[in-house]
């Protein structure tokens, strides 16, 4: 039941899409309905008497009212009165941001309902926004028709089916065979770089145990077999079914089902539910107190995903406990399909209320904003693997390096595919060596913001791009750095609210000491540098040469000078420092911990390359400190950027003054190289 108000709400031709809703109030349709906070009296007596989109619409409000006043930092005025306000216009959006330029039969429809607000926390002119899903078809329809064929799909261009309340309804498991079989049979593209690889150990899970499945080793098997690997988030408590060294005979006889916590335990049921019998889940087919088993296995980890069938990723749940096959509950609103444009009219369309929170139902909210994407081993297990099935709160996604598709059925035009870590260009022919190390450096930036639940994981969980780089570039791969481009890869520096490890996980030249975000120079290019590499040396802790280490140095040649400096935080560029020595000043750059005094320190310069990408020829150097007792060797402390002309004079904040003329000549042309080791 609708009353008068909602009963006037027809879809129009004539709405804009999203960017225009603000700049475009002539587009959008009156409404004309007042009430007031905190209770919106008016909006409870037509919920009361029947109108489902009245109650819907208060609870919205409702929900999303904190949200507003705190978004405004403003209070509501209510003293002992009500706040008035007016629920004045609403508007559709359609997935074309090309409306006005399209005839109405070429509309891909409306995807959201929006109502517009006025009230006194904010400004007179503006409004708060209530969104509202819209739907072609129910979750089950009591008539299954395809969605495009339903009356609002046809006349109205209606294209978003309302996701089912189970995840694995028959719909979405035939759907996902059929798009798993179109991808493995036409997608060439997602099948480029597949091997014969496949995992030590492997869950069966139709091995005659009825419900139970058990631990095989491949080994045994007799052909290659397809397998599904499982990206989920084991939880801050870790995870209470594992296989261990004690435990291996028991797992390779029999795995209870209901002893698997949830997220592993769904797995099996999806894996099943797909007619798939090979599952890898690294909780069970890793020995997990066996440092030699989990080093093999984690250096092989890239393998593991790379060459799945596909990877099913729990991407809603924020532990191994949560579980990802939940039912959904929708409030669902019917409406008599009516064009106010044309005659054509007939059918029904829904509308459900938009997440109050995220407010956005979308994919890059659901899946890129999830748990489970800021954990850092779920980085490469998803650029690595060739198809991924996302379970999320509201509907599944399938991505592969072709295309995408949600269980909503939205049009594909306004999806992206997902391709490779290295982009479209997955073929390594096509890919130069400094296209690479861009890739190498982006990826090291996003990678650096991702949590850990072990720190000292930081390379076994990107040892799988590291490998990857080492077979598309015959390059030599040294705690984080790429020796080819070392000059490129040693000016690194943190942002302030990242994080040292406590303990030792990388030498102090590497960016792998640090938690949180990291910018990674990449900017000289092919610029010569201005030392050589004499040597390395590294102590790795397991066999994984790209895996977690125990020591590493770099022995290099080069102009190194020393001075005692003092430093002042650079105005408006929070955690960059200006540098200067008696009264001179010297350069640019950043501290690793940058609220560290460097008063009664003396500072060593070690020159890297000059910089001449940014129109000004400038020495990009290392700042070090001595190691006591070990002569020639030094710590990194930072990064600075000086002047080959020389320095100027500067005020006490670091300020320029006026030119030293004591220093008009290249500070470095006078230095004699010396040998340096930086640990």
């Known amino acids: 039941m609708l009353c008068s108000y909602c009963q006037q709400i027809a879809i129009h031709a004539?709405?804009?899409?999203?960017?225009?809703?603000e700049r475009s109030y002539d587009r959008v349709h009156h409404y004309g309905r007042t009430d007031s906070f905190p209770d919106l009296p008016s909006l409870a007596a037509a919920a009361a008497a029947g109108c489902e989109m009245c109650h819907l619409l208060r609870t919205q409000m409702l929900a999303l009212l904190p949200g507003w006043i705190h978004s405004t930092e403003r209070t509501l005025?209510?003293?002992?009165?009500?706040?008035?306000?007016?629920?004045e216009k609403y508007a559709f959006n359609y997935e074309s941001r090309h409306v006005k330029e399209r005839r109405e039969q070429d509309l891909d429809g409306p995807y959201r309902l929006v109502f517009l607000v006025a009230c006194p926390i904010i400004?007179?002119?503006?409004y708060l926004h209530v969104t509202f899903n819209v739907w072609a078809t129910e979750a089950e329809p009591p008539v299954t028709l395809p969605v495009e064929e339903t009356p609002a799909a046809r006349y109205g261009g209606l294209r978003r089916r309302l996701p089912s309340h189970e995840p694995l309804s028959c719909r979405n498991i035939g759907t996902i065979q059929r798009l798993l079989r179109q991808c493995h049979n036409q997608h060439s593209t997602c099948c480029t770089g597949l091997t014969d690889f496949v995992p030590t150990r492997l869950l069966d899970l139709d091995c005659d145990l009825g419900p139970d499945m058990q631990l095989v080793s491949t080994s045994n098997l007799t052909a290659r077999v397809s397998y599904v690997a499982l990206s989920y988030t084991w939880g801050s408590s870790g995870l209470k079914l594992t296989t261990t060294a004690q435990s291996l005979g028991d797992r390779c006889s029999r795995i209870d089902l209901d002893s698997l916590p949830a997220s592993l335990r769904d797995a099996v049921l999806v894996c099943r539910a797909l007619t798939i019998r090979y599952l890898w889940i690294d909780a069970l087919c890793i020995i997990q107190d066996s440092l030699a088993d989990w080093a093999t296995e984690s250096a092989s980890m890239h393998n593991v995903y790379t060459n799945a069938y596909f990877t099913l990723a729990a991407t809603r749940s924020r532990s191994s406990d949560d579980g990802f096959l939940q039912e959904r509950q929708h409030e669902l609103v019917p409406f008599?399909?009516?064009?106010?444009?044309?005659?054509?009219?007939?059918?029904?369309?829904?509308?459900?209320?938009?997440?109050?929170v995220v407010r956005s139902n979308d994919h890059f909210h659901y899946i890129e904003y999830s748990a489970w994407n800021q954990r850092g081993w779920t980085f490469q297990e998803r650029s690595l693997s060739h198809r991924v099935l996302h379970f999320t709160e509201i509907f599944?996604?399938?991505?592969?390096?072709?295309?995408?598709?949600?269980?909503?059925?939205r049009p594909e035009t306004s999806l992206i595919g997902r391709h490779s870590w290295l982009?479209?260009?997955i073929d390594a022919t096509l890919v130069t060596q400094r296209r690479l190390l861009s890739r190498w450096y982006a990826l090291l930036f996003r990678y650096n913001r991702r949590d850990l639940t072990n720190q000292h994981d930081k390379f076994p969980a990107l040892s799988g791009f590291a490998h990857e780089m080492a077979r598309l570039s015959p390059d030599t791969y040294v705690a984080g750095l790429w020796l080819a481009d070392l000059a490129n890869g040693l000016l690194w520096y943190p942002d302030v609210e990242a994080s040292r490890c406590p303990s030792y996980r990388a030498p102090s030249w590497s960016w792998a000491q640090f938690d949180?975000?990291?910018a990674t120079q990449g900017g000289l290019g092919d610029t010569p540098w201005e030392f050589d590499l004499v040597s390395h040396d590294v102590d790795l802790k397991t066999t994984d040469d790209m895996g977690r280490l125990a020591s590493a140095s770099l022995t290099l040649s080069g102009k190194r000078c020393s001075r005692t400096m003092v430093t002042h935080e650079a105005r408006g560029i929070h955690g960059s420092h200006r540098f200067y020595s008696d009264g001179v000043f010297f350069g640019e750059g950043r501290?690793?911990?940058?609220?560290?005094?460097?008063?009664?320190?003396?500072?060593?310069i070690f020159l890297v390359a000059y910089n001449e990408l940014v129109g000004a020829r400038k020495p990009d150097s290392l700042m070090l400190e001595a190691v006591d007792g070990h002569a020639g060797s030094y710590r990194r402390i930072g990064t600075i950027s000086m002047y080959d002309h020389g320095a100027a004079k500067c005020d006490d904040y670091g300020d320029f003054i006026a030119e030293n003329p004591d220093f008009r000549h290249d500070f470095w042309s006078g230095v004699e190289r010396e040998v340096v080791q930086l640990i």
Not at 15 to 21: G, Q
Not at 591 to 604: E, Y
Request: glycine share 8%; aromatic share 8%.
């Open 77 to 87: 005025p209510l003293n002992d009165q009500n706040s008035p306000c007016s629920i």
């Open 14 to 21: 004539a709405s804009v899409p999203d960017e225009d809703l």
């Open 516 to 518: 949180g975000k990291i």
């Open 123 to 126: 400004p007179h002119g503006q």
């Open 423 to 425: 982009g479209p260009e």
């Open 336 to 356: 008599d399909y009516r064009n106010a444009d044309s005659i054509k009219s007939g059918g029904t369309f829904f509308v459900t209320a938009e997440d109050a």
């Open 396 to 409: 599944l996604n399938f991505e592969c390096r072709t295309m995408e598709w949600t269980e909503d059925e």
């Open 591 to 604: 501290l690793d911990d940058w609220s560290r005094p460097l008063a009664g320190i003396t500072v060593h």
